[in-house]
C-alpha cells in the first residue's frame, strides 16, 4: 500500500459526461501528481500541483481541469468526455525532503461508453 | 529540456537469463528512478539513484547509475517468471519526473 487513495477505482459514464476523480496523498506530501495511461501506452503527465498551487502542466486537454484543497486532496475534473478519453488515471504524491520519488495510488479505471 | 529514453521497449527472455535494460537521458538529471509496472495495475517504486556510481540491488534486480554517460541500467539476474511487468525508468528535473516509454518484460518459463 502506498498510501495514496484514489477514488472510485471504476467508472463507467457516457461520451458528453463531466466526472470528478479524487486522490488523497500520502500524509505530509504536499505535491500530487496526475498522469492518464491509455491501454498499451506509456504515462503521459497531466498536471502537478504543489501545497495547493499549479506547479506543472503536461498534456491536460482544455476539457480536463484540477485542482489541490487546502487538506492537500486533489481532484482531477474530466468533462464532455469522448470514447477516447478511456483509460487508467494515476495520482502520485511524493514529499519535500530533496527527493521527489513519487508514490502512486492504485489508479480510476474510466471507460467512456 | 530532459528527454528519457529506453531500449529495449519490448523484451521476451528465458527464464534463467540475465539481461539489462538500458536508460539514456539527454541532459543533467539530479536523480533517476525506476518502476515496476504489472498489467493493469499501479506503479511501484523499485530503486531512486541519486548520484553518480549509484548501485542498488533487491533480489534479481540491480540498477545503476553513470551520470557521466547519461545511462541508467536495471539488471536482471537469473530472471524468474514473477519479474514479468513493464519496467519504467524516469529522470527528475526541477522536482518534475520525465518519464521513458517503458520495457516490457515477459520471462517466459
Known amino acids: 500500500d502506498s498510501g495514496v487513495t484514489q477514488t472510485p477505482k471504476h467508472l463507467i459514464t457516457a461520451t458528453g459526461q463531466r466526472v470528478t476523480l479524487r486522490c488523497s496523498p500520502r500524509s505530509g506530501d504536499l505535491s500530487v501528481y496526475w498522469y492518464q495511461q491509455s491501454l498499451d501506452q506509456g504515462l503521459q503527465f497531466l498536471i502537478q500541483?504543489?501545497?495547493?498551487?499549479?506547479?506543472a502542466k503536461g498534456n491536460i486537454l482544455e476539457r480536463f481541469s484540477a485542482q489541490q484543497f487546502p487538506d492537500l486532496h486533489s481532484e482531477l475534473n474530466l468533462s464532455s468526455l469522448e470514447l477516447g478519453d478511456s483509460a487508467l488515471y494515476f495520482c502520485?504524491?511524493?514529499?519535500?525532503?530533496?527527493?521527489?520519488?513519487?508514490?502512486f495510488g492504485q489508479g480510476t479505471r474510466l471507460t467512456v461508453v | 529540456e530532459l528527454k528519457v529514453e529506453q531500449n529495449p521497449l519490448f523484451l521476451s527472455m528465458q527464464e534463467g537469463k540475465n539481461y539489462t535494460i538500458y536508460c539514456n537521458y539527454s541532459?543533467?538529471?539530479?536523480?533517476l528512478y525506476w518502476y515496476r509496472q504489472d498489467p493493469g495495475k499501479s506503479l511501484e517504486s523499485l530503486f531512486v539513484?541519486?548520484?553518480n556510481g549509484a548501485v542498488k540491488q533487491e533480489g534479481r534486480l540491480m540498477a545503476s547509475l553513470d551520470t557521466k554517460a547519461r545511462l541508467s541500467t536495471l539488471h536482471i539476474t537469473a530472471a524468474v517468471h514473477d519479474l514479468s511487468a513493464t519496467y519504467f525508468c524516469a529522470g527528475d528535473l526541477n522536482y518534475q519526473l520525465i518519464w521513458g516509454a517503458g520495457t516490457k518484460l515477459i520471462i517466459k518459463p
Open positions: 541532459t543533467t538529471s539530479d536523480r
Open positions: 502520485a504524491s511524493s514529499g519535500n525532503r530533496g527527493v521527489s520519488e513519487a508514490f
Open positions: 500541483y504543489y501545497n495547493g498551487e499549479e506547479r
Open positions: 539513484l541519486l548520484s
